[in-house]
């Protein structure tokens, strides 16, 4: 067939996958809610120079970046938290702090579409601005874990790797490194498991460092170091230390960290991070040119990695069938028998769905049989049918086959104390929507 | 204060705009839902030579387009009608018909902004395929009006202004006008209440017409011409025709619309349109250069006008408050008088929040009156308070200000129960999640 194809890295959501990327927004967004966030939204689109003044220019090569029509640099925004910081501190007299806020939307990347990557992708960020305190980073580390938890991944089943760069901060001043080697060798330490051992030790051996004293500082980092005292207090009083794993090689790439730092990862199936974040005391400084001083930290997570993993966790399979077995088909599929009865189960279609009940009837003459047959594709509890003994109705219970026969006058009520009912053994959620 | 600032045409959601939107796309939802729609998506991102290839060159004067980084003509997308022609066809024989579908999101026009219209706009997607009978064009329309009294917006405040482009057709023909002319034609009648009689005049004459035969033949048709019958008697049925009006001058500015066409207008303020369709039963074989004929038709609602309406609308303002009052604040606020407590009281944060409750409190040490005053501004239903006499922990009423002590293990049981009840007196939507 001849036809357009998306945009290269973009995706289309047919049905089921919508219904599946839905379930994950409904979660992300009700564990956040229990966490007392609040949720915003930025523009998909802002100005390039936003993105420079927090990375430097070298963001832009993976910039989804272009000119308007009257010369405006701009870009697909690729992450949100320069946008997050762009709002909160202008408007950050307006709201009591900490200022808590989480959204969901789409961020677009120009690399190499790939196993986990794509070029738009959507994404969840959690963000608490204007309070400094490990509370504040055990709260999010928190409900990074419960977000898995909610998604039916068990604990057993992934790992937060935590760190603070405050730790390599004094393994520099201790190692008498200069300041401005810091951000050379944060990126050191950020590819040091994947790099060879000779390069890396080449690059230590530039600024001063050998390999050795490296991995050993490396090794000896473990939760009993005092940096992660208060928060591993915290999140051991939750319960939810043991999901929580010390390792000094997690950096995070982007250089706007200040403080914790933690990634969350499967332990199955060798996936890229699930999620990740950390505090940026700084940012909002920055963004505000110095006129708003807001300590923050947060974390996003993205749908692409969480949807393979999702897919491979048969635990977390349940969650998703549940929402699409209630999201797709109709309560009630109105049968009409006899066309000269078309105009009453109109009316009792408009009087249904106004009752909040979802009702799908054949838009034009059908054959019955045929008729009753969309009924069961739409999943539907029970077929109305509108024949020559109008105004009786019959009801059919498409689950156990029994039907009885109602006054018009009483569907509407005969219909909600159905629904009311369990049905007679669970609906299967089946690809009966598919022809 | 320095800082940066939005895009031309694009908007910020702070949390009170965010649940506004929510607002919207929820009963965008309930009501799809109750019709028996699925949802699916699109990128936002699409070749611009898929609009061009509905529209025309022209098109791409108001679309927000540009090349990526290998050279690729790519598109915002302005509407999602031609994604939705390209997904549809692309799948069709995986879907039983009629599908039916309906879509949320963010749309792009290179256009000046103004009252009313903005370069990023989210709109509200309706479509049935595969289905070409006037019952289907019914239910889009059933649906529209709908969609506007679950916001709220009277009977008496709307109306769906209706026509259809056969009418038309069949006076061109009687009048023996060229086919070649009737886009002209359709172009000159889209204008003809805006534009100064005479040009009109002009540009009819140009094609053999004259204004007053136009015009006449425009104030002859009425709600009693043949094209209509269908349709009444379907509306009629339903309840619903006084919502509409015929008004041939209705065809819909874009040129694949070929029968039924429909705008939704609010009678008091003077907005432009709310809402817009009809049917376009060539478009996906032009999409499709032929290989799937599918007729269709559908509707689009934007966010922009529709707020402006709702603002307006004294009696569309409860269901925002309603649902803000929902959206906002938690259920309850954890409140730590003795820090020798925090440990249990983040061990009950965890529970309450794994009980599905929403839970805040203050992250670091804080004075008692301070934790309460936030308990308040969250709109909490309690304080619960961990002092001294632990494992009793004080819940307080902060409806009725009354107390009582639970022991910690009977906590979450006891706030349940709590939350079960009606709270004293209506939860006010106050501005006090606001500093």
Redesign the interface.
């Known amino acids: 067939?001849?036809?357009?194809?998306?945009?290269?890295g973009?995706?289309?959501?047919?049905?089921e996958?919508?219904?599946r990327?839905?379930y994950i927004f409904d979660t992300w967004r009700?564990v956040a809610?229990?966490?007392?966030f609040?949720?915003?939204?930025?523009?998909?689109?802002?100005?390039t120079?936003?993105y420079r003044?927090k990375s430097g220019d070298e963001i832009t090569g993976q910039l989804?970046c272009?000119?308007?029509?009257?010369q405006?640099e701009?870009a697909?925004r690729p992450e949100v938290t320069p946008?997050l910081a762009?709002?909160a501190?202008?408007?950050q007299?307006?709201?009591?702090?900490?200022i808590k806020?989480f959204q969901i939307g789409?961020c677009?990347r120009?690399e190499e579409p790939g196993e986990g990557r794509s070029r738009?992708f959507i994404q969840f960020n959690a963000d608490?601005l204007g309070?400094n305190?490990p509370?504040?980073d055990?709260?999010l580390v928190?409900m990074a874990i419960?977000v898995m938890r909610e998604f039916g991944i068990q604990p057993e089943d992934f790992i937060i790797r935590l760190s603070n760069r405050s730790i390599w901060t004094q393994f520099l001043t201790d190692n008498q490194v200069p300041d401005e080697h810091a951000t050379t060798f944060l990126q050191i330490i950020d590819k040091i498991e994947r790099a060879k051992p000779e390069d890396t030790a080449n690059k230590l051996e530039a600024i001063g460092l050998s390999l050795g004293v490296v991995r050993a500082f490396m090794d000896g980092t473990n939760e009993d170091h005092p940096a992660f005292a208060e928060l591993r207090?915290?999140l051991?009083?939750?319960?939810?230390w043991s999901c929580v794993k010390i390792d000094a090689s997690i950096v995070r790439g982007l250089a706007y960290y200040t403080g914790t730092v933690f990634e969350v990862f499967d332990l199955k199936h060798g996936l890229r991070a699930v999620a990740g974040g950390g505090r940026y005391d700084k940012l909002c400084a920055l963004?505000?040119?110095g006129?708003?001083d807001m300590p923050s930290a947060g974390f996003a997570m993205g749908d692409v990695v969480l949807g393979i993993l999702l897919s491979k966790t048969p635990g977390a399979q349940r969650g998703i069938m549940d929402y699409m077995t209630a999201?797709?088909?109709?309560d009630v599929y109105v049968v009409v028998a006899d066309e000269a009865q078309?105009?009453?189960a109109?009316?009792a279609?408009?009087a249904l769905?106004?009752a909040?009940?979802?009702?799908?009837y054949s838009?034009?003459a059908t054959k019955m049989n045929k008729q009753l047959q969309?009924a069961e594709?739409?999943k539907s509890r029970a077929a109305l049918i509108f024949g020559s003994e109008y105004p009786e109705v019959v009801i059919k219970n498409l689950h156990n086959r029994e039907q009885k026969g109602v006054q018009a006058t009483e569907l509407v009520e005969a219909v909600k104390a159905l629904l009311s009912q369990p049905a007679h053994g669970p609906l299967i959620a089946s690809e009966s929507?598919?022809?």
């Open positions: 067939m001849a036809g357009f194809r998306t945009v290269k973009f995706r289309d959501f047919f049905p996958d919508c219904a990327r839905n009700a809610r229990r966490y007392g609040m949720e915003y939204e930025a523009p998909v689109l802002e100005s120079d936003l003044k989804f272009f000119e308007d029509k009257a405006r701009v697909l946008s762009r709002m501190t202008a408007r007299r307006d709201y009591k702090k900490p806020w789409s677009f120009y738009e608490i309070d305190s509370g504040a055990a709260e928190a419960d207090a915290n051991e009083a939750r319960g939810l963004m505000s040119d006129s708003v999201q797709f088909g109709v078309r105009g009453h109109l009316a279609v408009q769905r106004s909040g009940i979802r009702v799908d838009f034009s969309a594709n739409a929507e598919k022809g």
